[in-house]
């Protein structure tokens, strides 16, 4: 447990994620004044110096201090130098050494997408970086040339460009450390088809709207969308081609195939056959005893047979996703799965550092689970990141998560061309996403107010399935209602 305790400011947010950077997957809590036992940290601001206190059983141990920049008393400086104190003081405390520094948002690229927008160079965007936050600098490279790479792909956006996601929240049983809406087939079978029926509504409401807009990218992610049969999910892809045009020029289609156990020759040919043109296989580790212990009941064969058979049929964008850091996994291990994907030669790698979410067994249990140390993480991401670059891949997309072990980031790695349209622009915001399905949330972007609007789905299946005109009616409430000022 940390206690923390603010004084001439209510950043508490703030506060508490600078703490958990250094001490996480723990309880926080505020309180009035140091207590007894265990740890409190005081974050005081006067005018412009920020004093972070250590306390330890209630007695004052350390404390640092930290000025605005001279002439800057923005609240945005105010901030930067009550969470910098907080930082600094317990970087010296613990001796860890952060590399994201005290940068706390989730899209560290987009800060330096805005910082290029304004007309900052290469070389001050990464002065920001690691001056102003502490960032390392192999960090702020990284988050320049994922920027870099994103502006790219978001200098071709239009005006009347859209995506669209549809989720299948359906697993064959649930992963260690999920946290998503996912629900086991083993429970829900006899709601599959109850689902379908509701998302083909929500389909023709979606298509219906986007009549006249340009359909740029589609995913269908999940949960695991192979887990449908062959049938369910060719008859999903009709309806989906009654009210999109799925096999338009130029149209990147993504499928989530997810879980090794549940893609088959059939079901990849029918998503041959629709026009999907970038598939998802997700091992997350080729180590046969981390695939038993997150709950998965493939084995690394059959990765490695879907994996070929996709390709026999003419798959040539196939994405793998990885998380470093799964319990009782090295560095070793780390390599030897890179071997792996050395040999098979991905299109793209999406690796994940393990994040310790609030909903997942992973989180329940955690007294089962040693966790990777941060020194440990770091081994696992210089080895992923050699040989993705060996590879021939570069970053191009990236996003970090509370409780991540060790604080770091998810990145997404391809060849020449292979970048994932929708990731990008599902991190920068700035296209309008709609979304169909359970827990699903659309996104609409206004550009003449540079604003952001979010209609979301309920989580529930159940829900969804019984809710499904209501869902349809918030959205037709919401879209019509922004389409003036948006397209
Ligand atoms: S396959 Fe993905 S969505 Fe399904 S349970 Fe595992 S982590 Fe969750």
């Known amino acids: 447990m940390i206690y923390f305790m603010t004084k001439g400011h209510t950043w508490e947010h703030d506060v508490q994620t600078i703490i958990q950077v250094f001490y996480p997957n723990t309880h926080y809590y505020t309180t009035e004044q140091p207590v007894q036992e265990g740890i409190t940290i005081e974050s005081i601001l006067q005018g412009e110096k920020a004093i972070a206190v250590f306390y330890e059983n209630g007695i004052q141990k350390e404390q640092w201090e930290m000025l605005c920049q001279k002439g800057q008393s923005t609240e945005k400086e105010k901030k930067r130098v009550v969470k910098g104190s907080i930082y600094q003081l317990l970087k010296q405390k613990t001796a860890m050494r952060p590399q994201w520094g005290f940068i706390t948002g989730v899209r560290p690229a987009k800060a330096v997408n805005e910082l290029l927008d304004k007309g900052y160079t290469p070389q001050q965007c990464i002065c920001y970086l690691t001056e102003g936050y502490d960032v390392t600098p192999k960090k702020a490279k990284l988050a320049l040339d994922v920027a870099q790479s994103e502006r790219e792909i978001l200098s071709q956006n239009g005006g009347e460009d859209i995506s669209l996601y549809v989720g299948i929240p359906f697993c064959p049983t649930r992963c260690l450390y999920c946290s998503f809406t996912s629900y086991p087939l083993t429970q829900y079978q006899s709601r599959v088809e109850q689902y379908l029926q509701a998302l083909k509504k929500e389909l023709a409401f979606l298509g219906e709207y986007a009549k006249n807009l340009q359909l740029k990218t589609v995913y269908v992610g999940g949960g695991t969308p192979t887990s449908l049969t062959e049938e369910q999910m060719k008859w999903l892809f009709e ?34 056959e629709y026009g999907v ?17 997150i709950g998965r009941e493939h084995t690394v064969e059959d990765v490695k047979k879907v994996y070929f058979q996709a390709r026999e049929l003419g798959h040539d964008n196939i994405n793998m996703d990885l998380i470093l850091g799964l319990p009782q996994e090295t560095a070793e291990d780390v390599e030897q799965t890179m ?66 072990v060790g604080n770091f980031e998810n990145v997404g790695y391809c060849m020449p061309h292979k970048q994932c349209v929708y990731n990008v622009q599902i991190m920068e915001e700035k296209q309008t996403i709609l979304a169909a399905g359970a827990g699903a949330s659309t996104k609409t972007v206004d550009f003449s107010q540079n604003r952001i609007e979010r209609i979301f789905n309920v989580k529930s299946v159940e829900e969804y399935i019984s809710r499904i005109d209501e869902m349809i009616e918030r959205k037709r409430q919401g879209l019509y209602g922004l389409q003036k000022n948006m397209f």
Do not use: C, W
């Open 239 to 272: 309806k989906m081609a009654e009210h999109f045009d799925l096999q338009k020029q130029g149209l990147e289609f993504t499928v989530e195939a997810g879980r090794a156990d549940t893609i088959t020759k059939g079901k990849l040919s029918v998503m041959k």
């Open 277 to 293: 043109n970038r598939i998802s296989i997700n091992p997350q580790t080729m180590n046969q005893k981390t695939l038993h212990i």
């Open 339 to 404: 071997a792996e994907m050395e040999k098979l030669r991905p299109d793209s790698l999406t690796i994940h550092t393990l994040a310790v979410k609030r909903a997942s067994r992973l989180k329940e249990n955690f007294d089962l689970y040693t966790l990777t140390k941060a020194k440990e993480m770091e081994k696992m991401i210089s080895i992923a990141f050699e040989r993705a670059e060996a590879m021939g891949m570069k970053p191009y997309y990236m996003y970090r998560q509370k409780n991540m």
